[in-house]
DNA sequence: GTTGACCTTATAGTAACTATATGGTTTTTA
DNA sequence: TAAAAACCATATAGTTACTATAAGGTCAAC
């Protein structure tokens, strides 16, 4: 099949393929006469699996990782295992960092209502004074 | 006081003063005559405005809308609430998102534990099997 | 007079694409 | 059959908010 098909039935932008080729994420297809790439089955199962990984948040260094080890069957999967772990604490901090940055966001908000002149708003008082540690 | 100083005093880099001068959101300073930057307080005032913002995790186009509503203080202070609501639905946004994700990714580790080979491990498996659309 | 700390500009790199420009090929349609 | 539409190719630049590098000018101290 061709690059659209390909992007079509994965659901992903054909420069994205193209992308993924160059950074060695996806294997360099044989090429038509034409220079056209052509695609097998196991391109496409190799790229949804680069896609389902994506939608985990699995950065592209991480999804080689995960190729390497899937190339190389026979090791033990514990570095598979370390590496979702990983990859779940640094979801978790991300996590604990955005619901305290929620916490100062909606104190401030709450220190200015509307109907004020911007030279009277609390929030723009409010970035101005705090320091830049505190809660 | 020349970068070097100021920068020590806000904790910022040197390079990212500069860059913020480029980007509009620091006003260029006077030279000296050797053509070194020339910062006063008020520099000082703006990029510690600037770093705040930047930890509350505003981009640098909504600081420069703060800053815009700051150099016209007789404007009403509304589109200074609107901005600031806009980012905590945004952020809170974010946080479901990667609530959800860590859902996904603590019931992925769970389908496997160490010991296995890689031939055999659930997690590789369980990316491979996984609709791009189910939880 | 040279070492070191400081300053200057310009350019490239980061992550993961997305968009653009330019041009060749194939398929469809009038 | 010829032109239009859809597809393919490459190369390059843009996105965010910096950070790093290169190559060089200035200044004080030793």
Not at 80 to 93: E, F, K, P, Q, T
């Amino acid at each position: 099949m061709r690059i659209g098909q390909l992007a079509r039935l994965v659901d992903v932008d054909t420069q994205t393929i193209r992308f993924y080729e160059q950074q060695g994420l996806l294997p360099p297809p044989d090429r038509q006469e034409n220079g056209y790439r052509v695609y097998t089955d196991k391109h496409a199962e190799r790229l949804a699996f680069i896609r389902r990984c994506r939608i985990l948040n699995l950065s592209l260094a991480e999804i080689h990782k995960l190729q390497s080890y899937q190339d190389d069957p026979h090791q033990p999967c514990s570095a598979v295992n370390a590496l979702l772990d990983d990859h779940i604490y640094h979801v978790r901090s991300q996590i604990t960092a955005l619901q305290s940055l929620e916490k100062q966001l909606v104190s401030l908000r709450g220190s200015c209502n509307d109907g004020r002149e911007v030279e009277a708003c609390g929030i723009l008082a409010g970035i101005s004074e705090r320091s830049t540690k505190a809660p």
